[in-house]
């Protein structure tokens, strides 16, 4: 949507680091997230952070929150061939989440 | 079994027809959503619902309408569908009780319109 931005694509060689950026610009937004969508599959939550956190970190994903920017950064260490996916960002308010167009991540060998 | 299950998975229907796209769920939640998926814009609320019977609008909800007749289904439905209703549709439901929106997805369905 037009409320969360993301770069469409990203090519990364495998073992390398990935990170997808995001913009946002609701700052109500009391979570948010990034969702993995596999070839022929439904989205899947892979992390979330609350607004009130700069970072979390969950086995090999980091995310980073900088508020006053309102920007989101997923960063995916030791990349592998399974990570191929597009990644969405999105926020969430209440009852609503607006998604970003979603990043699509090639990892090469 | 998964927890959001949609049916059919595909489907291909000529301009013109009505269309039923089901959903069911077996997590309990009480909040269902539509979303429709394009390339490049990524998913678009279409419809959401927080109760039986209750029905709200999404951000593109012409050309659309649901029914929510049981806690456990949402269904879609194009009453004369039209090519630019050609789509991945997606189903997800949240549980309300608390404020992380939370979404779980079903598995899509491809519809063409042709």
């Known amino acids: 949507g037009e409320d969360v931005e993301q770069s469409l694509f990203l090519s990364v060689r495998e073992g390398d680091s990935s990170v997808i950026n995001c913009t946002y610009t609701?700052?109500?937004?009391?979570?948010l997230y990034w969702y993995k969508q596999e070839p022929g599959a439904g989205l899947q939550l892979l992390t979330y952070?609350?607004?009130?956190?700069d970072m979390k970190q969950d086995q090999r994903l980091t995310v980073l929150l900088n508020k006053k920017d309102k920007h989101l950064s997923l960063r995916i260490a030791d990349t592998q061939t399974g990570d191929s996916a597009i990644y969405f960002c999105?926020?969430?308010?209440?009852?609503?989440?607006?998604f970003g167009a979603g990043t699509t991540v090639t990892v090469r060998a | 079994d998964a927890d959001v299950t949609q049916t059919p998975r595909n489907r291909i229907t000529k301009t013109g027809k009505r269309i039923m796209l089901e959903c069911s769920q077996t997590?309990?939640?009480?909040?269902m959503y539509w979303y429709r998926q394009d390339p490049g814009l990524g998913l678009r609320l279409i419809y959401y619902?927080?109760?039986?019977?209750?029905?709200n609008k999404g951000e593109i909800s012409d050309g659309y309408s649901v029914s929510r007749q049981a806690q456990a289904k949402f269904s879609l439905s194009l009453e004369s569908a039209i090519p630019n209703q050609t789509a991945l549709y997606f189903c997800?439901?949240?549980?309300?009780?608390?404020?992380?929106?939370?979404?779980?997805f079903g598995q899509g369905t491809r519809l063409t319109v042709v």
């Open positions: 997800a439901t949240s549980d309300g009780g608390n404020q992380n929106t939370e979404a779980f």
């Open positions: 609701d700052s109500s937004s009391t979570y």
């Open positions: 952070i609350f607004s009130n956190m």
């Open positions: 999105a926020e969430g308010y209440d009852y609503k989440l607006s």
């Open positions: 997590k309990g939640h009480d909040r």
């Open positions: 619902s927080f109760d039986v019977k209750d029905i």
